[in-house]
């Protein structure tokens, strides 16, 4: 199957390595030589660039507008694509945008599954991402050789695009609560004159814990900004939250809070840092030393 892999980012990069690994015919793009670099397969820096007859595409770019103009701006790979080609669109967005990429792949003949994923930097490179997706039966069978290899879980959510995306919206609602959570309690901690890594010893082997406390605050006692998921991704994502809840007429006052505490991690300059280091934030406001910084 001709199948290319558009976002060669921190999960991009392991999806697309698991497609090429087992056996599918994958070319990479993304516009940076060094995500091209870290790739083993073919790649190209311009979607128009896509070999001829692709039949399927897996999209992991930041946005809708990224998404949007890698399918379908003036140099998307849509005129590339097979007949009846599917895009699997796994850049987190609103539900409208998800719609109207759907109606536009409509009109040009192409299937498209909306389909938001899970699972970070280690879930893709593991082939063990979760896919929370929405789209007809024809979609889902055309995308069922990229899904196999990248996925361990896909979840059904109905025929209209859209819903996929709003899962995952609901779904980064707690996450980004999740790991604003964190960087409190062990600011907190810190703060009160806790050892962070006793404090991280004990979160973890007690009913308080999260997932996104263990991971995310590994990074912090490790003094680890590297940006598998930056500040600004949830700045981006808790605002999807807000914008969604308006839009609902429904009230979000934790998601709120947490949106305004990457926005002020994000203004002192910390948005392309790990998403753990909002915890800077309460840095700014505390003066805590965090690990290997006393």
């Known amino acids: 199957m001709k ?3 558009i976002g060669l980012g921190s999960m991009g990069l392991g999806a697309a390595r698991n497609l090429l690994a087992k056996g599918l015919d994958v070319t ?3 516009p940076a030589e060094r995500a091209r670099g870290a790739f083993d397969g073919a790649s190209v820096a311009c979607a ?3 070999p001829d007859g692709t039949q399927a595409v897996l999209v992991l770019t930041v946005n809708a507008a990224q998404a949007r103009a890698a399918l379908f701006g003036p140099e998307g790979c849509a005129p590339r694509l097979a007949p009846g080609a599917v895009l699997i669109v796994s850049a987190t967005m609103a539900p409208a945008d998800a719609r109207a990429l759907a109606a536009e792949a409509g009109g040009r003949g192409l299937l498209y599954l909306d389909a938001p994923v899970s699972g970070g930097a280690t879930g893709a490179a593991n082939g063990a ?3 929370m997706a929405s789209g007809t039966a024809e979609a889902f069978a055309a995308a069922q050789p990229v899904l196999d290899r990248i996925a361990t879980k ?7 695009p859209g819903l996929g995306a709003t899962m995952k919206v609901v779904h980064q609602l707690l996450a980004g609560v999740h790991i604003a959570t964190a960087a409190e309690a062990m600011a907190l901690g810190i703060k009160a004159g806790l050892d962070p890594a006793l404090i991280y010893g004990v979160v973890t082997g007690a009913a308080g814990n999260s997932w ?4 995310r605050m590994a990074h912090v006692l490790a003094g680890d900004e590297t940006p598998h998921s930056a500040v600004n991704i949830f700045v ?3 605002g999807l939250v807000d914008a969604l809840a308006r839009e609902s007429n429904f009230p979000v006052p934790l998601a ?8 002020s991690a994000a203004a002192q300059g910390h948005g392309g840092v790990d998403d753990a280091f909002v915890i800077r934030a309460y840095q700014a406001l505390t003066g805590i030393t965090l690990p290997g910084e006393g």
Not at 154 to 160: D, E, F, I, P, T
Not at 212 to 215: I, L, S, V
């Open 256 to 263: 709120a809070q947490a949106l305004q505490l990457f926005v």
């Open 129 to 131: 991402l979760t896919v």
């Open 212 to 215: 996104m406390f263990g991971n």
């Open 3 to 5: 199948t290319a892999a």
């Open 28 to 30: 990479g793009c993304d």
């Open 48 to 50: 128009a660039d896509l």
């Open 154 to 160: 896909v979840w059904n959510l109905g025929k209209a």
């Open 236 to 238: 981006k994502d808790l």
